[in-house]
């Protein structure tokens, strides 16, 4: 399968960088099977380095050889458990569910919206999920270690470029 990684960087050789922010799925290497959703990642980087260029990285990934050889843990969608990963991992709190590779929904600005109003107490669980599922979410892929980086062939970069 093909698989995205958008930075301001091609990124021939991915590896995993502790992040500053508490991501979703925790510290990883995230990637998408949205081009779509990799070039918005790869412009909102550009936007908060001041870059002109970026790029959106492609990948062959082998997933059902990941599958069988590492640890995989899957979303199918957003629900009470992703929700409750997500908030977990943004707060940096080990989680139960730690794997090699983690897949799930990604947190748009209206997610992001969602869950700061479960986590101040506005919404419980149960009416944050149902905003959830009026969302239309991409998904991304938390590759979290060399293992689950292996499964990975790097095929090209594309160039994105400032938008006038």
């Not at 099977?33 to 990799?38: D, G, L, M, R, V």
């Not at 139960?96 to 101040?120: C, M, W």
């Not at 959830?132 to 979290?144: C, G, M, N, P, S």
């Given at each position: 399968?093909?698989?995205?990684?958008?930075?301001?960087?091609?990124?021939e050789?991915?590896e995993?960088?502790?992040?500053?922010?508490?991501l979703?799925?925790g510290?990883?290497f995230?990637?998408t099977?949205?081009?779509?959703?990799?070039?918005r990642?790869?412009?909102?980087?550009?936007?908060?380095?001041n870059?002109?260029i970026?790029?959106?990285?492609?990948?062959?990934?082998d997933?059902?050889?990941?599958?069988?050889?590492?640890?995989?843990?899957?979303f199918?969608?957003?629900?009470?458990?992703?929700?409750?990963?997500?908030?977990?991992?943004?707060r940096?709190?080990?989680?139960?569910?730690?794997?090699d590779?983690?897949?799930?929904?990604?947190?748009?600005?209206?997610v992001?919206?969602?869950?700061?109003?479960?986590?101040?107490?506005?919404?419980?669980?149960?009416?944050?999920v149902?905003?959830?599922?009026?969302?239309?979410?991409?998904?991304?892929?938390?590759?979290?270690?060399e293992?689950?980086?292996s499964?990975?062939t790097?095929?090209?970069?594309?160039?994105i470029?400032?938008?006038?």
């Amino acid at each position: 399968m093909i698989i995205y990684h958008g930075s301001t960087v091609p990124v021939e050789h991915p590896e995993i960088r502790q992040s500053e922010a508490f991501l979703d799925f925790g510290t990883g290497f995230y990637m998408t099977t949205s081009y779509e959703q990799a070039e918005r990642w790869t412009r909102i980087k550009m936007r908060r380095t001041n870059a002109e260029i970026g790029y959106v990285s492609v990948y062959e990934f082998d997933y059902e050889s990941a599958k069988l050889e590492a640890e995989v843990f899957k979303f199918d969608n957003a629900d009470l458990d992703w929700l409750d990963f997500v908030v977990a991992n943004r707060r940096g709190e080990d989680h139960f569910k730690a794997a090699d590779l983690h897949i799930g929904p990604v947190a748009d600005d209206n997610v992001y919206r969602s869950i700061r109003l479960f986590e101040t107490g506005v919404l419980d669980a149960e009416e944050t999920v149902k905003r959830l599922k009026t969302e239309v979410l991409h998904d991304q892929w938390a590759f979290r270690s060399e293992k689950a980086l292996s499964f990975l062939t790097f095929v090209r970069a594309d160039v994105i470029r400032e938008e006038e």
